[in-house]
């Protein structure tokens, strides 16, 4: 579940997040119709990576633990974490803590999507339908 599509859907998530974190040139834009259509555009994106999943991905129902979130939802998570991390680095100290704690996060989330992925394919976890 690694490139493709879910490239180009995790991309588009980052740009929003950034949109929504960081802003254009230092400045975020409050305007609370902007707000709502970036965070709209989200929930298609995400729902959008949620149905290229069902369409490309078997799943095993019989034996395989439920997930507690959507691939879609996971890899939006990983989308503002990595906007964050990349932030931190171009504004932090490279001593700060914030800075450390931002990529350690990142990294988690990484690790935790790979293993997701893994257990998906390997039928030990399934994902909900909703």
């Known amino acids: 579940m690694v490139g493709g599509p879910l490239l180009w859907f995790?991309?588009?998530?980052?740009?929003?997040?950034?949109?929504?974190l960081v802003g254009r040139g230092g400045s975020i834009d409050t305007d609370p119709l902007v707000v709502l259509e970036i965070e709209r555009r989200r929930v298609e994106l995400v729902m959008a990576i949620d149905d290229w999943v069902a369409r490309s991905v078997p799943q095993h129902r019989l034996g395989a633990?439920?997930?507690?979130?959507?691939?879609?939802?996971?890899?939006?998570?990983?989308?503002?974490?990595?906007?964050?991390?990349?932030?931190?680095?171009?504004?932090?100290?490279?001593?700060?803590?914030?800075?450390?704690?931002?990529?350690?996060?990142?990294?988690?989330?990484?690790?935790?999507?790979?293993?997701?992925?893994?257990?998906i394919i390997a039928g030990r976890r399934r994902l909900p339908e909703w």
């Open 65 to 119: 633990t439920l997930h507690t979130e959507t691939v879609g939802a996971v890899i939006d998570r990983l989308a503002e974490s990595s906007v964050r991390a990349h932030h931190a680095l171009m504004t932090l100290d490279a001593h700060d803590e914030r800075l450390h704690g931002a990529w350690h996060h990142l990294a988690e989330l990484a690790d935790a999507y790979d293993d997701l992925v893994r257990d």
């Open 10 to 20: 995790a991309r588009d998530l980052a740009v929003l997040h950034e949109r929504r």
